[in-house]
Structures are given as C-alpha cells and as structure tokens.
C-alpha cells in the first residue's frame, strides 16, 4: 500500500500536467464537454485507486489505458448512445455486440430448423441429444436421470446425434420417414 502523500505527490506531478491531453481526447472522443469532466473525474478516481496500490511507471500510458476503459465502460453501460454521442468508435476500439440483421435472421432460421430436426428425433434419442448438448450432462448422468445403462445412454446418444445430422445435413433432409 502506497502512502496517500506519496500518491498526492504522484498526482500533482505525474498526472495533473496530463490533463489538458486528456481532455482533447475525451473531447475528441465524447463530443458532449460536460460528460468530458465527468468522464475525467472517473479516470482521476481509478488512477488514484490504482496509485495506493503501485504507482505505475510510466504514467501517461497508464493514463491514456485507463482513459480509453473508462470511455469504453460508459459506451457499454449506455445502453442506447446516439450515434453522434461518440466522434469515432474505431478510436474506442469496440466492436458491436450486435450481429447484423442479416445474420440475426439466418441464425433464427438455423434454430428453427434444428428445433424441428430435434422434434422428428425418436423420445431417446431427442431426451439424450437435449440433455447432453443443451444442458450439458454428462453421459453418466444423463444414466442416472434416466436410469439407464451409460452404455445405453451413449448408443441413444449417438443414434441422436447421426440421425440430426442426417435430417439436417443427410438423407432424412428430403422430409422422408426416420427409421
């Protein structure tokens, strides 16, 4: 633990006579100029924060890391940021969360015919499939929830798995019969 002078000293030296560049960078980044002065009192705090613990060396490229999480932060936490709220998102270094509509609606369409794939599996076979890849359990305990042999357990697993990818991908893809 850093003594409190020793981080004022560090703050008043090191990182005060950043503060105009950071603030270009703020503004520069976040257009509004009183979202810039909160923004830099939160960078101040988690410096501060930071200092009690090490005084990091170099300062400013501490700084300009601790500005760019700060700024990434508060994007994230905005749930909804108007567009011209940030002059440059590349600068921020984020991407979107959000896949674009296109793939949205292909992945809901995907689930959709592997929803209808796993209905047409026979009552084992899709209890096995549903229980080993969409709750995640073990062979052995999918055994004990069914009280079935692991054996068992892995052919009805294994007979699940090859007829999804024959309905999916296969012969059974046409709409005919599963054996």
């Not at 603030?23 to 830099?40: G, H, I, T």
């Not at 209808?116 to 009552?123: F, K, N, Q, T, V």
């Not at 054996?151 to 046409?174: E, F, M, N, P």
């Amino acid at each position: 633990m850093v003594p409190a002078p020793e981080v004022e000293l560090w703050f008043v030296c090191e990182v005060l006579p950043l503060e105009a560049s950071l603030m270009r960078f703020l503004r520069s980044s976040y257009r509004n100029p009183e979202e810039a002065a909160d923004l830099r009192q939160d960078i101040y705090a988690q410096l501060i924060a930071a200092a009690h613990k090490q005084i990091p060396n170099p300062t400013k490229p501490f700084v300009f890391a601790v500005a760019h999480n700060v700024l990434v932060d508060r994007v994230r936490r905005d749930r909804v940021v108007a567009m011209d709220a940030i002059s440059d998102m590349e600068q921020l270094g984020i991407a979107s969360d959000a896949p674009p509509p296109d793939r949205v609606v292909a992945a809901r369409d995907e689930l959709r015919r592997l929803r209808e794939a796993i209905d047409r599996l026979p009552s084992r076979a899709r209890e096995t499939v549903m229980m080993a890849r969409i709750e995640g359990l073990s062979q052995r305990e999918i055994a004990v929830r069914l009280n079935l042999d692991e054996t068992t357990v892995s052919r009805h697993l294994k007979r699940g798995l090859q007829l999804l990818v024959d309905i999916l991908y296969g012969s059974a893809a046409d709409g005919s019969e599963i054996p």
